[in-house]
């Protein structure tokens, strides 16, 4: 989770595109406009399209059987989304809820395939971008899993800061409002468990909160807690 990486692997399929390439992908799709609230898909629907934001951002989810609601990613910019389903037809796998108003391309999953096959460079950075995306999704994983509820309180905490950090004289300022719901809803626990941790990382001055702004006092405190200094920044984010 150092800063600065600038590992190729860290762009989008798209940013790895040669220009020419980008004009003959782009060629392929369809622009649209969807507004903030809307649902692009939900988990279970058929996988028809694939789509490339323009302009805009797209959370993705997945819902339990009990109807808790856990956010796993944010796509923006440059990002393309459903492409887990080339190649295999399988149904999506996640939520995608628009939460700014947004500009996508959106393709038809079988042209993109085509488009692949005949495209060397297209596939090259399709397999890139998988891999980094499946990287980084076992890192957020790994963390709830293997550090717990409080460890994952601490990736999400170091995962904003890369996203929204602004350094200031008292250490990060995560500059977005985040409610302890939404913490509760990255890691899929509950809004009181949320509040007992934060509670002690305010107590011991780790962090503190001004309405609903979260400072980070000491980050070195929270990726020690999860030995995380070895994991580049690309992956290190929401």
């Known amino acids: ?6 590992s190729i692997y860290s762009l989008s399929f798209y940013e790895q595109l040669t220009e020419e390439t980008k004009t003959l992908f782009e060629s392929y799709g369809s622009e649209i406009q969807v507004k903030k609230g809307s649902v692009l898909f ?3 629907d058929e996988a028809e399209h694939i789509y490339l934001i ?4 797209v959370r993705l989810s997945k819902t339990s059987a009990e109807g808790k609601v856990f956010f796993f990613q944010m796509k923006k910019r440059h990002d393309v989304i459903g492409e887990l389903s080339l190649y295999n037809s399988i149904n999506y796998h996640f939520n995608a809820e628009i939460i700014q108003d947004s500009t996508l391309i959106r ?6 395939e085509e488009l692949i096959k005949i495209n060397c460079e297209l596939a090259v950075c399709f397999m890139k971008s998988l891999a980094f995306e499946n990287h980084t999704i076992l890192s957020q994983f790994r963390d709830l899993i293997f550090c717990g509820k409080e460890g994952a309180v601490y990736s999400i905490l170091i995962r904003l800061s890369n996203e929204y950090g602004k350094r200031i004289t008292t250490g990060i300022l995560i500059n977005r409002k985040i409610t302890n719901q939404e913490l509760a809803n990255y890691i899929g626990a509950t809004r009181e468990s949320i509040n007992r941790i934060l509670k002690r990382l305010i107590k011991n001055n780790i962090i503190s909160v001004n309405t609903k702004y979260i400072t980070i006092h000491n980050i070195d405190y929270l990726k020690d807690r999860l030995r995380c200094r070895h994991c580049p920044a690309g992956e290190c984010m929401i």
């Not at 323009?54 to 951002?57: D, L, T």
């Open 42 to 44: 939900h988990e279970g």
């Open 54 to 57: 323009e302009m805009g951002k």
């Open 1 to 6: 989770m150092n800063e600065g990486s600038n």
């Open 107 to 112: 393709y038809n999953r079988k042209d993109v």
